[in-house]
Protein backbone atom coordinates (compact mmCIF):
# COMPACT_ATOMS: atom_id res chain seq x y z
CA UNK A 1 0.00 0.00 0.00
CA UNK A 2 1.39 3.41 -1.20
CA UNK A 3 0.88 6.05 1.80
CA UNK A 4 0.87 9.26 1.57
CA UNK A 5 0.19 12.44 4.13
CA UNK A 6 -2.25 13.80 1.64
CA UNK A 7 -4.11 12.08 -0.87
CA UNK A 8 -6.36 14.42 -3.21
CA UNK A 9 -9.02 12.84 -4.82
CA UNK A 10 -10.03 15.24 -8.38
CA UNK A 11 -7.24 17.14 -10.29
CA UNK A 12 -9.58 20.11 -11.79
CA UNK A 13 -8.75 23.56 -10.54
CA UNK A 14 -9.66 22.77 -6.80
CA UNK A 15 -7.60 19.50 -6.25
CA UNK A 16 -4.61 20.40 -8.11
CA UNK A 17 -3.38 23.44 -7.00
CA UNK A 18 -4.13 21.76 -3.95
CA UNK A 19 -1.62 19.04 -4.55
CA UNK A 20 0.64 21.83 -5.93
CA UNK A 21 0.21 23.72 -2.59
CA UNK A 22 0.76 20.36 -0.43
CA UNK A 23 3.73 19.72 -2.28
CA UNK A 24 5.36 23.08 -1.74
CA UNK A 25 4.96 22.92 2.25
CA UNK A 26 6.46 19.74 2.10
CA UNK A 27 3.64 17.27 2.22
CA UNK A 28 3.68 13.66 0.34
CA UNK A 29 1.23 13.88 -2.19
CA UNK A 30 -1.05 11.74 -4.16
CA UNK A 31 -3.49 13.25 -6.70
CA UNK A 32 -6.27 11.34 -8.15
CA UNK A 33 -8.25 11.79 -11.08
CA UNK A 34 -10.28 9.91 -13.44
CA UNK A 35 -11.04 11.94 -16.75
CA UNK A 36 -7.76 14.80 -17.72
CA UNK A 37 -6.24 16.51 -15.31
CA UNK A 38 -7.74 20.49 -15.07
CA UNK A 39 -11.58 19.19 -14.32
CA UNK A 40 -14.56 20.10 -15.75
CA UNK A 41 -13.16 24.31 -15.84
CA UNK A 42 -10.44 23.10 -18.47
CA UNK A 43 -11.92 20.56 -20.31
CA UNK A 44 -15.78 20.91 -20.56
CA UNK A 45 -16.51 24.22 -19.20
CA UNK A 46 -14.85 27.42 -18.46
CA UNK A 47 -11.91 27.44 -20.82
CA UNK A 48 -13.43 25.89 -24.36
CA UNK A 49 -16.67 28.03 -23.28
CA UNK A 50 -13.97 31.15 -23.75
CA UNK A 51 -12.20 30.39 -26.58
CA UNK A 52 -15.68 29.95 -28.26
CA UNK A 53 -17.13 32.93 -26.97
CA UNK A 54 -13.39 34.54 -28.24
CA UNK A 55 -13.88 33.19 -31.88
CA UNK A 56 -17.77 34.24 -31.65
CA UNK A 57 -16.91 38.16 -30.49
CA UNK A 58 -14.14 38.24 -33.33
CA UNK A 59 -16.83 37.16 -35.95
CA UNK A 60 -19.45 39.64 -34.75
CA UNK A 61 -16.17 42.31 -34.79
CA UNK A 62 -16.02 41.61 -38.53
CA UNK A 63 -19.74 42.33 -38.89
CA UNK A 64 -18.78 46.20 -37.70
CA UNK A 65 -15.95 46.77 -40.02
CA UNK A 66 -17.29 49.54 -41.97
CA UNK A 67 -18.00 51.49 -38.86
CA UNK A 68 -14.49 52.08 -38.31
CA UNK A 69 -13.39 52.39 -41.84
CA UNK A 70 -12.26 48.98 -42.12
CA UNK A 71 -13.19 46.63 -45.77
CA UNK A 72 -13.07 42.38 -45.63
CA UNK A 73 -14.96 40.73 -48.01
CA UNK A 74 -16.60 37.34 -48.06
CA UNK A 75 -15.92 37.04 -44.12
CA UNK A 76 -16.99 33.40 -42.76
CA UNK A 77 -16.52 30.63 -40.75
CA UNK A 78 -15.37 26.98 -40.18
CA UNK A 79 -16.64 25.61 -37.17
CA UNK A 80 -15.23 22.45 -36.99
CA UNK A 81 -11.50 24.80 -37.15
CA UNK A 82 -13.26 27.37 -34.65
CA UNK A 83 -13.14 23.57 -32.06
CA UNK A 84 -9.99 22.95 -33.31
CA UNK A 85 -8.82 26.13 -31.96
CA UNK A 86 -9.87 25.47 -28.97
CA UNK A 87 -8.87 21.94 -28.41
CA UNK A 88 -5.91 23.34 -29.17
CA UNK A 89 -6.34 25.31 -25.78
CA UNK A 90 -7.00 23.01 -23.80
CA UNK A 91 -4.41 20.82 -24.90
CA UNK A 92 -1.78 23.24 -23.93
CA UNK A 93 -3.32 24.18 -20.26
CA UNK A 94 -3.69 20.64 -19.87
CA UNK A 95 0.28 20.01 -20.63
CA UNK A 96 1.01 22.73 -18.87
CA UNK A 97 -0.71 21.64 -15.48
CA UNK A 98 0.83 18.00 -16.01
CA UNK A 99 3.97 19.28 -16.10
CA UNK A 100 3.44 21.10 -12.76
CA UNK A 101 2.28 18.25 -10.93
CA UNK A 102 5.44 15.92 -12.26
CA UNK A 103 7.78 19.04 -11.18
CA UNK A 104 6.06 19.10 -7.70
CA UNK A 105 6.84 15.09 -7.06
CA UNK A 106 3.03 14.76 -7.01
CA UNK A 107 2.06 10.91 -7.73
CA UNK A 108 -0.45 11.34 -10.43
CA UNK A 109 -3.10 8.20 -10.61
CA UNK A 110 -5.13 7.67 -13.61
CA UNK A 111 -8.49 6.23 -12.18
CA UNK A 112 -11.94 6.79 -9.84
CA UNK A 113 -10.40 7.37 -6.45
CA UNK A 114 -13.33 5.73 -3.84
CA UNK A 115 -12.94 5.85 0.08
CA UNK A 116 -12.83 3.17 1.54
CA UNK A 117 -12.35 4.48 5.03
CA UNK A 118 -10.96 7.63 6.97
CA UNK A 119 -7.77 7.47 5.81
CA UNK A 120 -7.94 4.27 2.79
CA UNK A 121 -8.72 5.02 -0.71
CA UNK A 122 -8.97 2.25 -3.85
CA UNK A 123 -8.09 4.13 -7.13
CA UNK A 124 -9.42 1.96 -10.19
CA UNK A 125 -6.76 2.05 -12.67
CA UNK A 126 -6.29 0.26 -16.74
CA UNK A 127 -3.99 -1.70 -14.51
CA UNK A 128 -6.02 -2.54 -11.54
CA UNK A 129 -7.05 -1.54 -7.97
CA UNK A 130 -4.40 0.32 -6.44
CA UNK A 131 -4.76 1.26 -2.85
CA UNK A 132 -3.51 4.29 -0.77
CA UNK A 133 -3.54 4.96 2.60
CA UNK A 134 -3.50 8.76 3.53
CA UNK A 135 -2.78 10.71 6.92
CA UNK A 136 -5.17 13.60 5.21
CA UNK A 137 -7.41 12.84 2.35
CA UNK A 138 -8.94 15.84 0.47
CA UNK A 139 -12.59 15.59 -1.91
CA UNK A 140 -12.84 17.57 -4.93
CA UNK A 141 -14.47 16.21 -7.42
CA UNK A 142 -16.46 18.57 -8.77
CA UNK A 143 -20.10 19.06 -10.11
CA UNK A 144 -21.56 17.68 -13.81
CA UNK A 145 -24.39 19.10 -15.50
CA UNK A 146 -28.48 19.05 -13.87
CA UNK A 147 -30.37 16.67 -15.73
CA UNK A 148 -34.31 17.98 -14.92
CA UNK A 149 -36.64 15.17 -15.06
CA UNK A 150 -38.27 16.84 -17.89
CA UNK A 151 -40.36 14.51 -20.91
CA UNK A 152 -38.17 14.26 -23.65
CA UNK A 153 -34.80 15.28 -22.10
CA UNK A 154 -33.31 12.12 -24.27
CA UNK A 155 -34.59 13.03 -27.28
CA UNK A 156 -31.72 13.38 -29.95
CA UNK A 157 -30.13 16.70 -30.20
CA UNK A 158 -30.98 17.65 -26.29
CA UNK A 159 -28.02 18.06 -24.81
CA UNK A 160 -26.05 19.94 -21.61
CA UNK A 161 -22.70 21.85 -22.39
CA UNK A 162 -20.39 18.77 -22.22
CA UNK A 163 -22.22 17.22 -25.05
CA UNK A 164 -22.39 20.67 -27.08
CA UNK A 165 -19.04 21.92 -26.21
CA UNK A 166 -17.55 18.84 -28.48
CA UNK A 167 -20.56 19.41 -31.65
CA UNK A 168 -17.47 20.25 -33.71
CA UNK A 169 -19.05 19.32 -36.84
CA UNK A 170 -22.47 20.90 -36.17
CA UNK A 171 -24.23 24.32 -35.27
CA UNK A 172 -27.59 24.42 -34.91
CA UNK A 173 -29.06 27.14 -36.90
CA UNK A 174 -31.93 27.77 -34.27
CA UNK A 175 -31.84 27.06 -31.13
CA UNK A 176 -33.58 27.14 -27.69
CA UNK A 177 -31.35 27.28 -24.21
CA UNK A 178 -33.35 26.00 -20.99
CA UNK A 179 -32.00 28.34 -18.18
CA UNK A 180 -30.84 31.72 -18.04
CA UNK A 181 -28.32 31.46 -15.90
CA UNK A 182 -24.42 31.87 -16.58
CA UNK A 183 -24.15 28.92 -18.79
CA UNK A 184 -26.91 29.83 -20.50
CA UNK A 185 -26.32 33.37 -21.52
CA UNK A 186 -22.90 32.51 -22.14
CA UNK A 187 -23.63 29.63 -24.92
CA UNK A 188 -26.36 32.26 -26.40
CA UNK A 189 -23.56 34.80 -26.96
CA UNK A 190 -21.74 32.21 -28.89
CA UNK A 191 -24.63 31.07 -31.16
CA UNK A 192 -25.84 34.48 -31.53
CA UNK A 193 -22.83 35.76 -32.86
CA UNK A 194 -22.94 32.91 -35.30
CA UNK A 195 -25.61 34.12 -36.79
CA UNK A 196 -28.03 31.35 -35.10
CA UNK A 197 -31.69 31.85 -34.02
CA UNK A 198 -32.02 31.84 -30.26
CA UNK A 199 -34.27 31.40 -27.49
CA UNK A 200 -34.22 31.24 -24.09
CA UNK A 201 -36.60 30.03 -21.57
CA UNK A 202 -35.81 30.72 -18.17
CA UNK A 203 -37.72 29.56 -14.88
CA UNK A 204 -37.12 32.50 -12.62
CA UNK A 205 -38.52 36.23 -13.51
CA UNK A 206 -35.24 37.44 -15.34
CA UNK A 207 -32.15 35.88 -16.67
CA UNK A 208 -29.00 35.95 -14.35
CA UNK A 209 -31.09 35.71 -11.17
CA UNK A 210 -28.56 35.99 -8.86
CA UNK A 211 -27.01 38.89 -9.69
CA UNK A 212 -27.95 42.67 -9.50
CA UNK A 213 -30.86 43.35 -10.56
CA UNK A 214 -30.08 46.57 -13.05
CA UNK A 215 -27.09 43.63 -14.84
CA UNK A 216 -29.99 41.63 -15.83
CA UNK A 217 -32.03 43.91 -16.93
CA UNK A 218 -29.04 45.78 -18.92
CA UNK A 219 -28.28 42.07 -20.21
CA UNK A 220 -31.36 40.96 -21.68
CA UNK A 221 -32.26 44.30 -23.36
CA UNK A 222 -28.96 43.99 -25.24
CA UNK A 223 -29.46 40.41 -26.24
CA UNK A 224 -33.01 41.35 -27.27
CA UNK A 225 -31.76 44.00 -29.24
CA UNK A 226 -29.26 41.45 -31.08
CA UNK A 227 -32.01 39.02 -31.98
CA UNK A 228 -32.23 36.61 -28.94
CA UNK A 229 -35.43 35.61 -27.59
CA UNK A 230 -36.21 35.52 -23.78
CA UNK A 231 -38.88 34.28 -21.95
CA UNK A 232 -38.98 34.35 -17.93
CA UNK A 233 -40.87 32.88 -15.21
CA UNK A 234 -41.56 30.30 -18.09
CA UNK A 235 -41.83 26.58 -16.83
CA UNK A 236 -40.93 23.89 -19.46
CA UNK A 237 -43.39 21.23 -19.60
CA UNK A 238 -42.32 18.55 -22.01
CA UNK A 239 -39.96 17.93 -25.29
CA UNK A 240 -41.49 16.87 -28.54
CA UNK A 241 -39.53 15.74 -31.53
CA UNK A 242 -42.02 16.75 -34.75
CA UNK A 243 -41.45 16.99 -38.17
CA UNK A 244 -40.10 20.66 -37.64
CA UNK A 245 -37.63 19.87 -35.19
CA UNK A 246 -37.89 19.80 -31.22
CA UNK A 247 -40.80 21.24 -30.07
CA UNK A 248 -40.59 23.05 -26.03
CA UNK A 249 -43.81 23.47 -24.50
CA UNK A 250 -43.87 25.77 -21.23
CA UNK A 251 -46.00 27.83 -19.26
CA UNK A 252 -45.90 31.46 -18.69
CA UNK A 253 -48.41 33.66 -17.29
CA UNK A 254 -50.44 30.89 -16.86
CA UNK A 255 -50.40 30.27 -20.77
CA UNK A 256 -48.80 27.26 -22.39
CA UNK A 257 -46.78 28.18 -24.96
CA UNK A 258 -44.33 26.15 -28.13
CA UNK A 259 -41.23 27.03 -28.87
CA UNK A 260 -39.63 25.39 -31.76
CA UNK A 261 -35.50 25.07 -32.62
CA UNK A 262 -33.48 22.34 -34.27
CA UNK A 263 -31.55 22.13 -31.05
CA UNK A 264 -31.53 21.95 -27.01
CA UNK A 265 -29.04 22.80 -24.86
CA UNK A 266 -30.29 22.29 -21.05
CA UNK A 267 -28.39 24.72 -18.97
CA UNK A 268 -30.03 24.63 -15.98
CA UNK A 269 -27.04 24.20 -13.42
CA UNK A 270 -24.76 21.49 -11.99
CA UNK A 271 -25.13 19.37 -9.35
CA UNK A 272 -22.38 17.70 -7.04
CA UNK A 273 -20.09 14.90 -8.48
CA UNK A 274 -20.20 11.94 -6.30
CA UNK A 275 -20.37 8.81 -8.54
CA UNK A 276 -18.21 6.10 -7.23
CA UNK A 277 -16.71 8.19 -4.47
CA UNK A 278 -18.12 6.06 -1.37
CA UNK A 279 -17.50 2.07 -0.74
CA UNK A 280 -20.37 0.20 0.42
CA UNK A 281 -20.68 0.74 3.93
CA UNK A 282 -18.66 4.04 4.37
CA UNK A 283 -19.31 7.59 3.58
CA UNK A 284 -19.22 11.00 5.29
CA UNK A 285 -22.14 12.86 5.67
CA UNK A 286 -24.07 14.30 2.91
CA UNK A 287 -27.67 17.19 2.32
CA UNK A 288 -29.50 16.70 -0.68
CA UNK A 289 -26.22 15.24 -2.58
CA UNK A 290 -23.60 17.34 -1.35
CA UNK A 291 -20.50 17.01 0.79
CA UNK A 292 -21.41 18.68 3.86
CA UNK A 293 -18.40 20.78 5.53
CA UNK A 294 -17.36 23.27 8.14
CA UNK A 295 -15.90 26.57 8.16
CA UNK A 296 -12.01 24.49 7.80
CA UNK A 297 -13.65 22.12 5.16
CA UNK A 298 -13.72 19.46 7.53
CA UNK A 299 -16.68 16.41 7.03
CA UNK A 300 -17.81 14.20 10.05
CA UNK A 301 -14.79 12.08 8.86
CA UNK A 302 -12.24 14.30 10.56
CA UNK A 303 -9.33 12.89 8.77
CA UNK A 304 -11.38 13.69 5.59
CA UNK A 305 -12.06 17.58 3.74
CA UNK A 306 -14.01 18.54 0.89
CA UNK A 307 -14.11 21.89 -1.10
CA UNK A 308 -15.18 23.08 -4.49
CA UNK A 309 -18.70 22.17 -6.14
CA UNK A 310 -19.16 18.92 -4.60
CA UNK A 311 -20.25 20.99 -1.39
CA UNK A 312 -22.34 22.90 -3.41
CA UNK A 313 -21.58 26.10 -1.76
CA UNK A 314 -20.09 28.42 -4.39
CA UNK A 315 -19.62 26.45 -8.13
CA UNK A 316 -16.72 28.74 -9.26
CA UNK A 317 -13.39 27.58 -10.46
CA UNK A 318 -11.26 30.29 -8.53
CA UNK A 319 -13.44 29.55 -5.49
CA UNK A 320 -12.43 26.18 -5.28
CA UNK A 321 -8.40 27.03 -5.76
CA UNK A 322 -8.70 29.22 -3.20
CA UNK A 323 -10.54 26.44 -0.68
CA UNK A 324 -7.96 24.09 -1.82
CA UNK A 325 -5.23 26.62 -1.11
CA UNK A 326 -6.44 27.23 2.28
CA UNK A 327 -7.20 23.54 3.24
CA UNK A 328 -4.22 22.40 2.31
CA UNK A 329 -2.37 24.86 4.75
CA UNK A 330 -4.71 24.02 7.26
CA UNK A 331 -3.97 20.92 6.83
CA UNK A 332 -0.27 21.87 7.09
CA UNK A 333 -0.92 23.77 10.41
CA UNK A 334 -0.23 27.61 8.60
CA UNK A 335 -2.18 30.48 8.46
CA UNK A 336 -4.50 30.76 5.99
CA UNK A 337 -3.28 33.29 3.57
CA UNK A 338 -6.61 33.53 1.35
CA UNK A 339 -9.81 35.12 2.45
CA UNK A 340 -12.67 33.85 1.10
CA UNK A 341 -15.49 36.61 1.83
CA UNK A 342 -15.22 38.19 -1.35
CA UNK A 343 -16.32 35.63 -4.45
CA UNK A 344 -15.66 37.67 -7.59
CA UNK A 345 -18.54 36.52 -10.24
CA UNK A 346 -17.79 36.76 -13.63
CA UNK A 347 -19.93 36.29 -17.16
CA UNK A 348 -18.45 36.00 -20.00
CA UNK A 349 -20.87 37.97 -22.84
CA UNK A 350 -20.41 40.83 -24.56
CA UNK A 351 -19.87 43.78 -22.61
CA UNK A 352 -18.28 41.35 -19.83
CA UNK A 353 -20.04 41.27 -15.94
CA UNK A 354 -18.43 40.88 -12.96
CA UNK A 355 -19.71 41.14 -9.78
CA UNK A 356 -18.18 40.75 -5.87
CA UNK A 357 -19.62 41.69 -2.31
CA UNK A 358 -23.35 42.71 -1.73
CA UNK A 359 -26.06 43.34 -4.40
CA UNK A 360 -29.03 46.16 -3.24
CA UNK A 361 -31.07 44.03 -2.84
CA UNK A 362 -29.34 42.26 0.13
CA UNK A 363 -28.10 45.13 1.66
CA UNK A 364 -32.04 46.29 2.12
CA UNK A 365 -32.42 42.66 3.24
CA UNK A 366 -29.88 43.06 5.80
CA UNK A 367 -30.80 46.39 6.81
CA UNK A 368 -27.66 48.30 5.59
CA UNK A 369 -27.96 51.79 4.88
CA UNK A 370 -25.70 52.60 1.89
CA UNK A 371 -24.73 55.39 -0.83
CA UNK A 372 -24.29 53.87 -4.89
CA UNK A 373 -21.62 55.67 -7.15
CA UNK A 374 -22.40 54.89 -10.40
CA UNK A 375 -21.02 55.39 -13.80
CA UNK A 376 -22.42 54.79 -17.43
CA UNK A 377 -19.61 53.93 -19.53
CA UNK A 378 -21.10 56.26 -22.83
CA UNK A 379 -19.02 58.24 -21.28
CA UNK A 380 -15.85 56.83 -21.28
CA UNK A 381 -13.55 57.16 -23.84
CA UNK A 382 -12.12 53.95 -24.23
CA UNK A 383 -15.75 52.47 -24.93
CA UNK A 384 -16.39 54.52 -27.28
CA UNK A 385 -13.15 53.95 -28.96
CA UNK A 386 -14.12 50.26 -28.96
CA UNK A 387 -17.93 50.85 -29.92
CA UNK A 388 -18.91 49.04 -26.66
CA UNK A 389 -22.57 48.44 -26.21
CA UNK A 390 -24.04 50.67 -23.34
CA UNK A 391 -22.47 49.10 -19.67
CA UNK A 392 -22.18 50.81 -15.99
CA UNK A 393 -20.35 50.44 -12.86
CA UNK A 394 -22.52 50.53 -10.04
CA UNK A 395 -20.63 50.84 -6.43
CA UNK A 396 -22.43 49.95 -2.97
CA UNK A 397 -20.91 51.94 0.05
CA UNK A 398 -21.98 51.99 3.60
CA UNK A 399 -23.68 54.88 4.85
CA UNK A 400 -22.17 54.71 7.83
CA UNK A 401 -18.40 53.87 7.52
CA UNK A 402 -18.33 54.37 4.19
CA UNK A 403 -16.43 51.31 3.36
CA UNK A 404 -16.64 49.08 -0.13
CA UNK A 405 -19.97 46.88 0.05
CA UNK A 406 -20.26 45.63 -3.46
CA UNK A 407 -19.26 46.00 -6.82
CA UNK A 408 -21.35 45.50 -10.04
CA UNK A 409 -19.96 46.27 -13.52
CA UNK A 410 -21.32 45.55 -16.87
CA UNK A 411 -18.30 46.88 -19.39
CA UNK A 412 -15.60 45.73 -21.28
CA UNK A 413 -12.86 44.22 -19.49
CA UNK A 414 -14.87 43.72 -16.63
CA UNK A 415 -13.66 40.04 -15.72
CA UNK A 416 -10.11 41.99 -14.81
CA UNK A 417 -11.37 45.58 -13.69
CA UNK A 418 -13.33 43.06 -10.65
CA UNK A 419 -9.70 42.17 -8.97
CA UNK A 420 -9.29 45.76 -7.72
CA UNK A 421 -12.78 46.21 -6.08
CA UNK A 422 -12.11 42.42 -4.60
CA UNK A 423 -9.03 43.99 -3.06
CA UNK A 424 -10.72 46.76 -1.90
CA UNK A 425 -13.61 44.86 -0.31
CA UNK A 426 -11.14 42.31 1.37
CA UNK A 427 -9.04 45.46 2.79
CA UNK A 428 -12.33 47.14 3.63
CA UNK A 429 -11.25 50.40 1.65
CA UNK A 430 -13.43 53.30 1.90
CA UNK A 431 -14.50 55.56 -1.39
CA UNK A 432 -11.98 57.98 0.42
CA UNK A 433 -9.00 55.84 -0.47
CA UNK A 434 -10.69 54.44 -3.86
CA UNK A 435 -10.73 58.06 -4.74
CA UNK A 436 -7.15 58.91 -4.01
CA UNK A 437 -5.76 56.35 -6.55
CA UNK A 438 -4.69 57.75 -10.34
CA UNK A 439 -5.89 55.91 -12.81
CA UNK A 440 -4.38 56.32 -16.54
CA UNK A 441 -6.22 58.03 -19.82
CA UNK A 442 -7.60 56.49 -21.53
CA UNK A 443 -8.79 52.99 -19.66
CA UNK A 444 -11.84 51.48 -19.29
CA UNK A 445 -10.64 51.37 -15.13
CA UNK A 446 -10.58 55.09 -15.06
CA UNK A 447 -14.33 54.76 -14.49
CA UNK A 448 -14.23 53.35 -11.87
CA UNK A 449 -12.87 56.66 -10.47
CA UNK A 450 -16.00 58.05 -11.97
CA UNK A 451 -18.01 55.70 -9.93
CA UNK A 452 -16.31 56.37 -6.61
CA UNK A 453 -16.71 60.17 -7.06
CA UNK A 454 -20.25 60.12 -8.06
CA UNK A 455 -21.17 58.26 -4.94
CA UNK A 456 -20.39 62.15 -2.84
CA UNK A 457 -21.92 63.69 -6.21
CA UNK A 458 -18.27 64.69 -7.25
CA UNK A 459 -18.01 62.90 -10.46
CA UNK A 460 -16.07 64.78 -13.14
CA UNK A 461 -17.64 63.40 -16.01
CA UNK A 462 -21.29 63.43 -15.22
CA UNK A 463 -23.75 66.51 -15.21
CA UNK A 464 -25.02 67.30 -11.64
CA UNK A 465 -28.02 65.38 -10.54
CA UNK A 466 -31.10 68.12 -10.68
CA UNK A 467 -32.44 69.42 -7.19
Known amino acids: ?175 IIIGGGVIGVEFASVYQSFGCKVTIVEAMDRILPPMDREISQNLAMILKKRGVAIHTGAMVERLEETPEGIA ?6 GKEQVVTADGVLVAIGRRPNTDGLFAEGFSVEMERGRIVTDEAFRTNVPSIRAIGDVTAKIQLAHMASAQGLTAVELIAGKEPSICLTAVPGCVYTDPEIATVGLTEEECKEKGIAVHKGKYIMSGNGKSIIEQADRGFIKLLFDEKTDVLLGAHLMCCRATDLISELSTAIVNKLTSKELSSVIRPHPTFTEAVTEAVESAHGMAIHLAPAKK
Not at 75 to 104: C, P, T, W, Y
Open 248 to 253: CHFTQK
Open 1 to 175: MNEYQLIVIGAGPGGYEAAIRAAQLGLTTALVENRQVGGTCLNRGCIPTKALLHAAALYRGVQEFESVGLCAQGVSFDIQKVHHRKNQVIEQLRSGIEQLIKANKIDLYQGTGTLTGPHSVTVATGEGPVELAGENILVATGSKPSRPPIPGLDLPHVGTSDEFLFLEDKLYENL
